[in-house]
């Protein structure tokens, strides 16, 4: 039902008629030193792309590399407790993996979900009309690095963890009392590559109100002391061909455009009627960073403004 042809977050078989089963592999670097965190934050970025598609997530299997000599068993140990903690908090049975010796550790899941046929959401079904929702702050990929070079205090840091860590699950139970149109979960092609998968898939221009878009605390103050990550100049060359930045933007601001993302939150294109609402259940979920981030409108250049 869904492949790689428009860059979405899982594959989707249907496998009956009531039945379709979601595919997703995800790992990635520490983000932070923590093991518990790296685990936490490793399993919920995985797992996010199952709740993207609009389903829910049954088994996991854990994917290692890892250094077990020159870092310990303890360590690793660490890192798959906060990972099963995260697939646990899922509803999701973790069923095994596989490991090997690295000199980089590495961590993060193949998960299987599953979803019905007829409720299966993707990122190219964006309506003229359609207003976007974002459920989580962006900047954590600046963060993570201001930290790793000692520009960030780590408490400044581990202060937004639970919130990075935090699964989608709620958010897009939420969302699925509503009509939502397409869904994404914003990662490391930052919040205008995702836009863009979005808008060119669905064949619509997407507007994204700069001054609407929650950030992380020190995000901003970060890339204006100088700190970047290695994936901005990336992100920045993906989107340059189909992007207009109408906005007066700083420096740091235009940054966090193309700042990646670790765990990120989801976008939600609904029937603008019915943003507002979303929006308030959402909050009352206690997905406080929760806003309306934009809208979709058909010109015939599909591609992303920022206004």
């Not at 685990?39 to 993207?52: E, F, K, M, P, V």
């Not at 998968?197 to 605390?217: C, H, K, N, Q, T």
């Not at 992100?235 to 109408?246: A, T, W």
Request: hydrophobic share 45%; net charge negative.
């Amino acid at each position: 039902m869904v492949g790689f042809e428009t860059s979405d977050d899982a594959a989707v078989y249907r496998v009956a008629d009531n039945l379709a089963v979601i595919s997703t592999v995800d790992f990635i670097t520490p983000p932070v030193d923590d093991p518990v965190w790296f685990g936490r934050i490793g399993a919920a970025n995985s797992l996010s792309d199952i709740y993207a598609m609009g389903g829910r997530p049954i088994t996991a299997l854990n994917l290692v590399m890892f250094p077990i000599k020159k870092l310990g068993m303890e360590v690793l140990r660490e890192i798959l407790r906060g990972s099963h903690e995260k697939v646990v908090e899922a509803g999701a049975c973790l069923a095994g993996g596989h490991s090997v010796d690295d000199l980089e550790p590495k961590f993060g899941l193949a998960v299987t979900g599953v979803v019905s046929p007829d409720r299966v959401l993707t990122n190219a079904g964006v309506r003229p009309g359609d207003a976007l929702l974002l459920t989580k702050p962006l900047g954590t990929g600046v963060l993570f690095n201001a930290c790793r070079a000692g520009k960030l205090p780590w408490r400044d840091l581990e202060a937004i963890l639970p919130q990075v860590a935090a699964l989608n699950g709620p958010a897009l139970d939420a969302a699925l009392q509503f009509e939502v149109h397409a869904c994404t979960d914003v990662t490391g092609f930052g919040i205008l590559g995702h836009s863009l998968e979005m808008a060119r898939g669905s064949g619509v221009r997407i507007d994204l109100r700069f001054d609407a878009l929650p950030f992380y605390p020190h995000a901003e103050a970060m890339y204006r002391r100088g700190e970047t990550t290695g994936s901005n100049q990336a992100n920045r060359q993906l989107v340059e061909n189909f992007l207009e930045i109408q906005a007066r933007l700083s420096a740091e601001k235009r940054d966090l455009l193309f700042d990646p993302q670790t765990s990120g939150g989801l976008v939600i294109a609904v029937p603008e009627g019915q943003a507002e609402e979303l929006l308030q259940q959402l909050k009352k979920t206690g997905i406080e960073a929760a806003a309306i981030i934009g809208s979709a409108a058909l010109d015939g250049h599909p591609g992303v403004r920022v206004i």
